[in-house]
């Protein structure tokens, strides 16, 4: 069953073999993610993650805490460049963001929350914020 070829990709292979460069994709784009794949660990006193963002420069990466809600939010901006004495003739510019929210289990204390990006990894170091969350109330 497995050796069977589906028919999406018959017609691809048609159109690739009978009309080159009529069908061109995309040179762009191809660096920002679909979704931001992450592994979430509790540690003691908090938790990490470690978030795949690769092809992102830092300063487009944004990180929000809102409670126990983690926002990730990364844009991509591609241009290319002419130089003196090129001849131009195809010119693409690719702009794309992708985000993801997730929920954890107690409170973030924003305060001491750390992010480090390096090597396409954004590794987030997120303290539980400290005292009770649950305040129980006197009833009169």
Do not use: C, W
């Not at 126990?68 to 004495?85: C, F, P, S, W, Y």
């Amino acid at each position: 069953m497995n050796s069977l070829v589906s028919r999406n990709s018959l017609l691809d292979d048609f159109f690739r073999d009978f009309t080159p460069g009529y069908f061109v994709k995309p040179l762009h784009g191809d660096n920002l993610p679909a979704q931001i794949k992450v592994d979430v660990k509790e540690v003691e006193g908090g938790y990490t993650v470690n978030a795949e963002i690769p092809g992102v420069n830092k300063d487009d990466i944004h990180v929000g805490i809102d409670g126990n809600v983690i926002t990730l939010r990364a844009e991509v901006k591609q241009e290319d460049k002419k130089t003196e004495g090129e001849k131009v003739l195809r010119s693409e510019r690719y702009y794309g963001a992708v985000s993801r929210s997730f929920q954890l289990p107690a409170e973030i204390d924003p305060s001491a929350a750390k992010a480090k990006y390096e090597n396409g990894v954004l590794a987030l170091t997120l303290p539980r914020k400290s005292g009770p969350s649950v305040k129980r109330l006197t009833v009169e």
